[in-house]
């Protein structure tokens, strides 16, 4: 069982930036077949925002690709989010995924708001 916890949301201006964090509980890393970043607008579909399969190239929608990157870090346990240049259509909940031994696992999600 993976547990996964998001942090770094919150209320930012047009073009600021922000790093999001997901915190796993155990060894996410091992035997890990894809992690990724979704967003969740009101009203709107769940969308993939960054998507990272294990052995194949990194995944950005054109809608964020070159502001957007995601990272692991093995030793914490943790996968990051770094959002640049953020617009007013970024505003959502960003939700954490994992899939370890191809069984999905969510985190709860966390609230980015781009508005001045």
Known sequence: QV???ESGGGLVQPGGS???SCAAS???????????????????????????PTGLNTYYPDSVKGR??????????TIYLE???LKPEDTAVYYCHVQ?????YW????QVTVSS
């Open 107 to 110: 985190g709860q999600g966390t």
């Open 83 to 85: 959002m640049n240049n």
């Open 26 to 52: 155990g060894s996410v890393f091992s035997r890990i077949n894809f992690m990724g970043w979704y967003r969740q607008a009101p009203g709107k579909q769940r969308e993939l925002v960054a998507g990272m």
């Open 3 to 5: 547990r996964l916890v």
């Open 18 to 20: 922000l790093r999001l």
């Open 68 to 77: 957007f990157t995601i990272s692991g870090e093995t030793a914490k346990n």
């Open 100 to 104: 370890q031994d191809f069984r999905p």
